[in-house]
C-alpha cells in the first residue's frame, strides 16, 4: 500500500460517510407539511427524490472525477463557466444551507417549548441560535463521538417511530391514495428533498477514496438506497398508522404532538423520542454552523485571490456572519413554505449548474455518460420549478 492510498477510505467508510451527511433532522419536518397537500402519495414525492437524488449524486461524482483538484462546486464550474459563475454556485449552496438550517432553529425552539412552556418559542429558537453560534466561535466543534450521538440522535426517533407504527397498522388509511391529483405529488419533492440535502458529501469526496472512479459511485448508491429505504419505510409507516386530519389540526403542530395523541399508551418512548428529536435538530445546527464557516472562508479567500488586496477571513471568524445570516432567514421567513422553497432553490440551482457544465464536454456525449446528467438535469429541474413555485405562492 503506496503513503498516498494508506490515508484513504474505502468503499464501507464511504457509504457511512454519506449516510452521515444525508440522515438528519429535516426528515421529521416532512409529514405534517405534506398531509395537508399530497396525502398518502407522498410515498410516490420521495421515490421519486430517491431517483432523482441518485442521479444528480452520479453526475457530482462525475464532476468530480474530471476536476478532482477541489471538492467543491467551484472547481467544477469554474473551467467552463469561468469564476464569477462558479463563486455564485458555491454561495448558492451555502445559502440553501443557511436557510434550512433557520428552519432547523425555528423548530428547535417549537420542540423546547414542550420542555419550557414559560419561554415563547420563537425566543427559544433565538435562545438557541444565540449559544450554538458562541459555542462555534470558541472553537467548540462536534468530536468525532460527538458525531456518533448526532447520528444515534436521528436514528433512534426514526426507528422507534416505525416500530411504533408498525404496530398499529390500518391499511385504509391509504385510501384515497392521492386525493390532491398527481401535481400535488411532484410539488410535494420540493419538501422531500429537504432530508436528502447533504447527498452530494458522497460524491465530493472524490479525492479521499480508494480507487475512487469504481467506489465512489457505489458509495453513493448504497448509501442513497439505505437512507431512502429507511424515509420510505418512515413515511409509509406514519401514513399507515396516522389519519391524515392529525397531521392536518392546527393544535398538533410537531410531529411528537400527534404521536402522543394516536398513541396515548407510549407516552414516556414518545417523549424520549421528543428529546432525541429536539437533540439531532441542535446537534445538526451546530455542526453546520461551522462547516458553512469553513466554506464561506474558503468563498472569501478564492473570491478575493487576484484582487489588490487578498481577504484572508479564518473559520472562526466567519462563524458570527454565518450566525447572522441564519438568524437572518429566522426572522424574516414567516412560513414553512419560504423555508422549504428558498432551500430547494438555492441547493437545487447549485447541483443543476455542475449538470449543465457536464453537457458542454463533447466527451460525456460521446461516451453517453450525458444520459444520466440529463435525467438528473431533468428531475432537479421538476424540483427547482415547484420550489420556485412554492415561494412565489408563498409570498402573496
Not at 457509504?15 to 410515498?43: L, Q
Not at 428529546?275 to 461551522?290: C, F, K, P, Q
Request: aromatic fraction near 10%; glycine fraction near 8%.
Amino acid at each position: 500500500m503506496t503513503q498516498n492510498t494508506a490515508h484513504k477510505i474505502g468503499l464501507a467508510t464511504a457509504t457511512i460517510v454519506g449516510m452521515n451527511a444525508m440522515i438528519g433532522s429535516g426528515i421529521f419536518t416532512a409529514p405534517s407539511a405534506m398531509a395537508s397537500n399530497v396525502g398518502p402519495a407522498g410515498i410516490l414525492a420521495y421515490l421519486f427524490v430517491v431517483i432523482s437524488v441518485w442521479f444528480m449524486g452520479l453526475s457530482i461524482a462525475r464532476a468530480a472525477e474530471l476536476f478532482p483538484n477541489e471538492g467543491s462546486f467551484y472547481a467544477y464550474i469554474k473551467p467552463l463557466a469561468g469564476h464569477t459563475l462558479a463563486l455564485i454556485t458555491c454561495a448558492s449552496h451555502i445559502l440553501g444551507i443557511v436557510v434550512a438550517m433557520g428552519l432547523l432553529t425555528q423548530n428547535a425552539g417549537e420542540y423546547l417549548h414542550r420542555l419550557i412552556l414559560s419561554i415563547c418559542p420563537h425566543n427559544l429558537g433565538l435562545i438557541i441560535l444565540t449559544g450554538l453560534v458562541a459555542l462555534n466561535t470558541f472553537g467548540v466543534a462536534l468530536s468525532a463521538m460527538g458525531q456518533r450521538v448526532l447520528i444515534c440522535c436521528t436514528l433512534f426517533p426514526l426507528l422507534t417511530i416505525i416500530l411504533i407504527c408498525l404496530t398499529h397498522l390500518d391499511l385504509s388509511n391509504f385510501v384515497p391514495f392521492a386525493p390532491y391529483g398527481a401535481r400535488n405529488v411532484l410539488a410535494a419533492t420540493r419538501i422531500v428533498i429537504f432530508g436528502f440535502f447533504g447527498f452530494e458529501c458522497a460524491s465530493m469526496m472524490f479525492n479521499q477514496v480508494k480507487n475512487p472512479i469504481r467506489n465512489v459511485p457505489r458509495a453513493l448508491t448504497y448509501s442513497v438506497a439505505i437512507v431512502g429505504s429507511l424515509y420510505l419505510l418512515f413515511v409509509a409507516s406514519l401514513i399507515a398508522s396516522i389519519p391524515l386530519n392529525l397531521f392536518e389540526n392546527p393544535n398538533y403542530p410537531l410531529l411528537t404532538d400527534v404521536l402522543r395523541v394516536r398513541f396515548p399508551g407510549n407516552n414516556l418512548i414518545i417523549w424520549a423520542v421528543h428529546i432525541s428529536i429536539l437533540s439531532a435538530m441542535l446537534g445538526t445546527v451546530h455542526s453546520m454552523i461551522w462547516s458553512t464557516s469553513s466554506a464561506l472562508s474558503s468563498l472569501i479567500d478564492i473570491a478575493s485571490k487576484g484582487t489588490q488586496k487578498a481577504w484572508h477571513i479564518t473559520q472562526q471568524q466567519c462563524v458570527p456572519i454565518v450566525g447572522l445570516l441564519i438568524f437572518s432567514t429566522f426572522w424574516l421567513l414567516k412560513n414553512q413554505g419560504l423555508f422549504f422553497g428558498f432551500t430547494a432553490l438555492f441547493m437545487v440551482s447549485a447541483y443543476i449548474g455542475t449538470m449543465l457544465m457536464l453537457l458542454t464536454i463533447k466527451k460525456e456525449w460521446t461516451s453517453g455518460r450525458n444520459i444520466c446528467t440529463l435525467i438528473g438535469l431533468t428531475t432537479a429541474s421538476t424540483i427547482l420549478y415547484f420550489s420556485i413555485e412554492l415561494i412565489i405562492n408563498s409570498l402573496k
